[in-house]
């Protein structure tokens, strides 16, 4: 609610610093008094160079605060004040009605010029929200003896008005600030045309080599802030081989624009990127438009010197790149006809042009050992037995039907081949290659039947010709997976590993799950992944209302640095085993030499301590902070989803577990399982490593090697070690 105030009023503090024009920000939270205010007061006469320079020192410092502008009226009692009110007042719809009604605060719109009245992201007033927004407004003009005539209403929104048709802005303006139809204006947004030459050139195809161009021509520009003489050199040359025209190195950005400004090529880039377009469309484009094949790599030269371009402090282009990150919907698979194996998309929508037609399974895989199922729904299916029941009698065959869940479709549970790791994982060797999926020729506790790839109707025995649609060659063997009568169109137990299902809190849950990532949780992680490495971190949150971006921020913004911790251990754990206390020391020695990241992951430490004020207690505090993270990581029980345990990352040795402790000898007898040794116990210094990560357990490795800006290895082992007493300890042991 408070969002948009707080950001005008940080514009405000660096517009009206040294102007003299009071302004203050009075919602819930601000300072009753002003001793109360947490931030730097400015001096009496600061001026807008002033405060820039106290930010940017603050800012250089790593000291978080606001800095008070002697305009500002930054608490309450300065605001009360008798004939003090700010000349600019900015709140929220709910305080304003609270400072109408309480008497400590009505005083301040007495008298009250109320030149202006602006009300910002004027499309969220409808309903009723809108009709007691506006009744809220009258109340006020009414208080300060204002008529609708004597006050300028003005109302922002980036969707109500439209250029092709005003009524409808003009309609909600007249009714919301009580005002005639023929008073309200709509004023639009234009943006200044760019000045390009009258008479343009086009550039013939770009001599060379373009993507050492393109590398000379970033390198340049990049550096010609740290290195002006050679980045100018490099660039100046680099532009001649490009274009035969030489470079004013004296005013080479005013230059650059002249040049540019003439060019077609640049132009006709421009005028294509007026509207959002993906490379391989543009560069479709641009060939027609200049009837030659324009390269990436020539695109992306252009759009680099254009922005490098630039005239009285404007860049003859402004390029942005828009990423999108959505989760995956659901997986689906597809059987096409040529394919050795099933056809996975992400999603329903990203089934390509060549699979339309074939009927899409969607997709589980196994939490325990990724073993991959297929989900299907027929009419009266039955597989508690040793065989499948139910179906429609063809001839001498048996069939089942397609059909929709909601319709009241019976569950199967497919598998088209189980994937065994060929390895043993007692191998060290990491310059193997990875192994290679092995097929068995009936998995456990399944029977093949027969799956028809366009209609999905499902044979007992192969046939030629499908009893559904009537295609021929359509069917596909796939394996269909025994149920329970009381848990009939479920996995009971994975085929692969033997991870069984359970019920929790009265439901069965699966020992598979869907392949599925649409919560904000799983498009966060991807979009940091993408964007940690970006000079201007920004990310767009799209939701439906301003409150759930505000909460999805903040939670992002917890989480981000929670992954961000568990890239950093794991980039440790991949190298060698570690102690607790040996770990925590190579972070904390990290966070101490980098401030910024430290802050990014242990904001509760810089509340409590400031490195620079206190710097013994600061360390204290972040090493203590530290540990506690790290054991919560370690302590993760391995049911939960997130954590590096879970996601088999982690394995947990314990110095001191051996098979020759007396307990276990004992406890190994008397369960009659032989010598804990003999059982298959790791004995020695109990190193457990990580098994061979299957395929989603090496995706997992890509993405946290990625968060933490490192490089994943085809074969990871992660180990940490605990201290263990055995001395009179009733434990119990996990066998990995």
Same mark, same amino acid.
């Given at each position: 609610?408070?969002?948009?105030?707080?950001?005008?009023?940080?514009?405000?503090?660096e517009?009206?610093?040294?102007?003299?024009?009071?302004?203050?920000?009075?919602?819930?939270?601000?300072p009753?008094?002003?001793?109360?205010?947490?931030?730097?007061?400015?001096?009496?006469?600061?001026?807008?160079?002033?405060?820039?320079?106290?930010?940017?020192?603050?800012?250089?410092?790593?000291?978080?605060?606001a800095?008070?502008?002697?305009?500002?009226?930054a608490?309450?009692?300065?605001?009360?004040?008798?004939?003090?009110?700010?000349?600019?007042?900015?709140?929220?719809?709910?305080?304003?009605?609270?400072?109408?009604?309480?008497?400590?605060?009505?005083?301040?719109?007495?008298?009250a010029?109320?030149?202006?009245?602006?009300?910002?992201?004027?499309?969220?007033?409808?309903?009723?929200?809108?009709?007691?927004?506006?009744?809220?407004?009258?109340?006020?003009?009414?208080?300060?003896?204002?008529?609708?005539?004597?006050t300028?209403?003005?109302?922002?929104?980036?969707?109500?008005?439209?250029?092709?048709?005003?009524?409808?802005?003009?309609?909600?303006?007249?009714?919301?600030?009580?005002?005639?139809?023929?008073?309200?204006s709509?004023?639009?947004?234009?943006?200044?045309?760019?000045?390009?030459?009258?008479?343009?050139?086009?550039?013939?195809?770009?001599?060379?080599?373009?993507?050492?161009?393109?590398?000379?021509?970033?390198?340049?520009?990049?550096n010609?802030?740290s290195?002006?003489?050679?980045?100018?050199?490099?660039?100046?040359?680099?532009?001649?081989?490009?274009?035969?025209?030489?470079?004013?190195?004296?005013?080479?950005?005013?230059?650059?624009?002249?040049?540019?400004?003439?060019?077609?090529?640049?132009?006709?880039?421009?005028?294509?990127?007026m509207?959002?377009?993906?490379?391989?469309d543009?560069?479709?484009?641009?060939?027609?438009?200049?009837?030659?094949p324009?390269?990436?790599?020539?695109?992306?030269?252009?759009?680099?010197?254009?922005?490098?371009?630039?005239?009285?402090?404007?860049?003859?282009?402004?390029?942005?790149?828009?990423?999108?990150?959505?989760?995956?919907?659901?997986?689906?698979?597809?059987?096409?006809?040529?394919?050795?194996?099933?056809?996975?998309?992400?999603?329903?929508?990203?089934?390509?042009?060549?699979?339309?037609?074939?009927?899409?399974?969607?997709?589980?895989?196994?939490?325990?050992?990724?073993?991959?199922?297929?989900?299907?729904?027929?009419?009266?299916?039955?597989?508690?037995?040793?065989?499948?029941?139910?179906?429609?009698?063809?001839?001498?065959?048996?069939?089942?039907?397609?059909?929709?869940?909601?319709?009241?479709?019976?569950?199967?549970?497919?598998?088209?081949?189980?994937v065994?790791?060929?390895?043993?994982?007692?191998?060290d060797?990491?310059a193997?290659?990875?192994p290679?999926?092995?097929?068995?020729?009936?998995?456990?506790?399944?029977?093949?039947?027969?799956?028809?790839?366009?209609?999905?109707?499902?044979?007992?025995?192969?046939?030629?010709?499908?009893?559904?649609?009537?295609?021929?060659?359509?069917?596909?063997?796939?394996?269909?997976?025994r149920?329970?009568?009381?848990?009939?169109?479920?996995?009971?137990?994975?085929v692969?590993?033997?991870?069984?299902?359970?019920?929790?809190?009265?439901?069965?849950?699966?020992?598979?799950?869907?392949?599925?990532?649409?919560?904000?949780?799983?498009?966060?992680?991807? $979009?940091?992944?993408?964007? @940690?490495? %970006? !000079? &201007?971190?920004?990310l #767009?949150?799209?939701?439906?209302? /301003?409150q759930? =971006?505000?909460?999805?921020?903040?939670?992002?913004?917890?989480?981000?640095?929670?992954?961000?911790?568990?890239?950093?251990?794991f980039?440790r754990?991949?190298?060698?085993?570690?102690?607790?206390?040996?770990?925590?020391?190579?972070?904390?020695?990290?966070?101490?030499?980098?401030?910024?990241?430290?802050?990014?992951?242990?904001p509760?430490?810089?509340?409590?301590?400031?490195?620079? $004020?206190?710097?013994?207690? @600061?360390? %204290? !505090? &972040?090493?203590?902070? #530290?540990?506690?993270?790290?054991? /919560?990581?370690? =302590?993760?029980?391995?049911?939960?989803?997130?954590?590096?345990?879970?996601?088999?990352?982690?394995?947990?040795?314990?110095?001191?577990?051996?098979?020759?402790?007396?307990?276990?000898?004992?406890?190994?007898?008397?369960?009659?399982?032989?010598s804990?040794?003999?059982?298959?116990?790791?004995?020695?210094?109990?190193?457990?490593?990580?098994?061979?990560?299957?395929?989603?357990?090496?995706?997992?490795?890509?993405?946290?090697?990625?968060?933490a800006?490192?490089?994943?290895?085809?074969?990871?082992?992660?180990?940490? =070690?605990?201290?263990?007493?055995?001395?009179?300890?009733?434990?119990?042991?996990?066998?990995?």
């Amino acid at each position: 609610m408070n969002a948009l105030a707080e950001d005008q009023l940080g514009r405000l503090r660096e517009l009206l610093c040294g102007v003299g024009i009071s302004f203050g920000l009075y919602v819930g939270k601000t300072p009753q008094r002003a001793s109360d205010v947490v931030g730097f007061r400015l001096p009496k006469g600061a001026s807008r160079a002033d405060y820039a320079a106290k930010v940017a020192e603050l800012r250089a410092q790593g000291q978080p605060g606001a800095v008070h502008p002697p305009e500002e009226c930054a608490s309450r009692e300065e605001m009360q004040a008798v004939g003090k009110a700010p000349r600019i007042l900015l709140t929220n719809v709910k305080q304003l009605e609270l400072l109408l009604t309480r008497q400590q605060d009505i005083e301040m719109f007495a008298g009250a010029r109320l030149d202006f009245l602006v009300a910002d992201e004027a499309h969220t007033f409808s309903g009723a929200n809108g009709a007691e927004t506006a009744c809220l407004l009258r109340r006020l003009r009414s208080f300060c003896g204002k008529s609708a005539e004597e006050t300028v209403c003005i109302a922002t929104s980036a969707t109500i008005a439209d250029r092709n048709n005003p009524a409808p802005a003009i309609h909600f303006a007249s009714r919301f600030f009580g005002v005639a139809k023929d008073k309200v204006s709509v004023v639009y947004e234009d943006y200044e045309p760019e000045l390009w030459a009258a008479k343009r050139k086009a550039s013939p195809a770009l001599p060379g080599n373009q993507v050492l161009q393109l590398r000379n021509v970033l390198e340049a520009i990049g550096n010609v802030d740290s290195d002006p003489p050679a980045s100018l050199k490099l660039l100046k040359g680099t532009f001649q081989s490009l274009t035969g025209q030489a470079l004013d190195i004296s005013r080479w950005q005013d230059s650059l624009y002249e040049r540019l400004s003439g060019n077609e090529v640049a132009y006709q880039i421009a005028d294509a990127l007026m509207r959002p377009r993906s490379m391989g469309d543009l560069v479709e484009d641009l060939a027609h438009r200049l009837g030659r094949p324009v390269p990436e790599e020539e695109v992306l030269i252009w759009l680099a010197l254009g922005a490098a371009a630039q005239r009285e402090g404007r860049a003859l282009l402004r390029p942005v790149v828009h990423a999108f990150v959505r989760g995956v919907a659901g997986g689906v698979v597809t059987f096409p006809l040529k394919a050795t194996s099933a056809r996975l998309a992400l999603s329903a929508e990203e089934v390509g042009p060549d699979e339309q037609g074939l009927f899409r399974l969607p997709l589980m895989t196994c939490t325990t050992c990724g073993q991959h199922y297929f989900v299907h729904h027929v009419r009266d299916f039955t597989f508690t037995d040793r065989a499948p029941g139910g179906g429609e009698a063809v001839e001498n065959r048996v069939i089942w039907r397609p059909l929709e869940e909601q319709l009241g479709g019976d569950r199967i549970v497919f598998l088209d081949r189980l994937v065994v790791d060929a390895t043993d994982d007692d191998d060290d060797d990491d310059a193997a290659p990875p192994p290679q999926p092995q097929l068995r020729a009936l998995p456990r506790n399944s029977v093949p039947l027969f799956f028809c790839r366009y209609c999905g109707t499902v044979h007992a025995a192969r046939v030629q010709q499908c009893d559904g649609c009537g295609k021929q060659g359509a069917l596909v063997e796939l394996f269909a997976t025994r149920q329970k009568q009381e848990q009939q169109g479920k996995l009971i137990s994975c085929v692969g590993c033997s991870a069984i299902g359970r019920v929790q809190l009265g439901r069965y849950r699966e020992p598979a799950r869907p392949v599925k990532a649409s919560p904000v949780s799983d498009v966060h992680v991807l $979009a940091q992944s993408m964007i @940690h490495r %970006a !000079e &201007r971190k920004r990310l #767009l949150v799209f939701s439906d209302n /301003r409150q759930d =971006a505000a909460f999805q921020a903040g939670w992002m913004q917890d989480h981000a640095r929670r992954y961000r911790l568990r890239a950093l251990m794991f980039v440790r754990l991949s190298q060698t085993p570690l102690q607790i206390g040996t770990l925590v020391s190579q972070l904390d020695q990290e966070l101490d030499q980098d401030d910024d990241l430290s802050q990014a992951l242990l904001p509760e430490v810089w509340n409590v301590a400031r490195k620079k $004020a206190d710097l013994q207690g @600061h360390a %204290a !505090e &972040r090493r203590h902070f #530290l540990r506690i993270l790290v054991l /919560r990581e370690v =302590a993760t029980g391995t049911r939960q989803r997130i954590g590096l345990e879970p996601w088999g990352r982690l394995v947990v040795d314990y110095a001191g577990l051996e098979p020759s402790v007396t307990f276990f000898q004992n406890w190994a007898n008397g369960l009659g399982v032989g010598s804990p040794r003999a059982a298959g116990w790791r004995g020695g210094d109990a190193r457990l490593h990580a098994p061979q990560p299957d395929s989603v357990g090496s995706r997992s490795a890509d993405l946290l090697q990625d968060l933490a800006g490192g490089r994943s290895r085809d074969r990871q082992r992660i180990s940490a =070690a605990i201290p263990w007493r055995s001395q009179g300890l009733e434990a119990t042991a996990r066998s990995f």
